[in-house]
Nanobody, 117 residues
Framework: QVQLVESGGGLVQAGGSLRLSCAASGNTFVVNTMNWYRQAPGKQRELVAS???????NYADSVKGRFTISRDAAKNTVDLQMNSLKPEDTAVYYC???????????WGQGTQVTVSS
């Protein structure tokens, strides 16, 4: 089992910044890639950014150049720095990992990000 706890969401004006954090605990040895997803009202959950244990990152086209994902292996945390936020970034953001052995996904409880225009 892996437990994920997110923090850092909130309300911000367009053009502002927020930093999300996710702390993993439990059997973290099964984790390679750590991901941030988001789900806006009425839309499907989408992958925002990911980072492997080796530091390789990947971003959705919609956030490239504005969001930065980072990871602290010693603390088992993954952060998402979000700059130049837009109203369309409004969503619930979820931290996600997948067991490298069973492929079972683990999700955090989600944190709300609201960007006002």
């Amino acid at each position: 089992q892996v437990q994920l706890v997110e923090s850092g969401g909130g309300l911000v004006q367009a053009g502002g910044s927020l930093r999300l954090s996710c702390a993993a605990s439990g059997n973290t040895f099964v984790v390679n890639t750590m991901n941030w997803y988001r789900q806006a009202p009425g839309k499907q959950r989408e992958l925002v950014a990911s980072i492997t244990s080796g530091g390789t990152t990947n971003y959705a086209d919609s956030v490239k150049g504005r969001f930065t994902i980072s990871r602290d292996a010693a603390k088992n945390t993954v952060d998402l720095q979000m700059n130049s936020l837009k109203p369309e970034d409004t969503a619930v953001y979820y931290c996600n990992v997948e067991s490298i052995f069973t492929r079972r996904p683990y999700w955090g409880q989600g944190t709300q990000v609201t960007v006002s225009s």
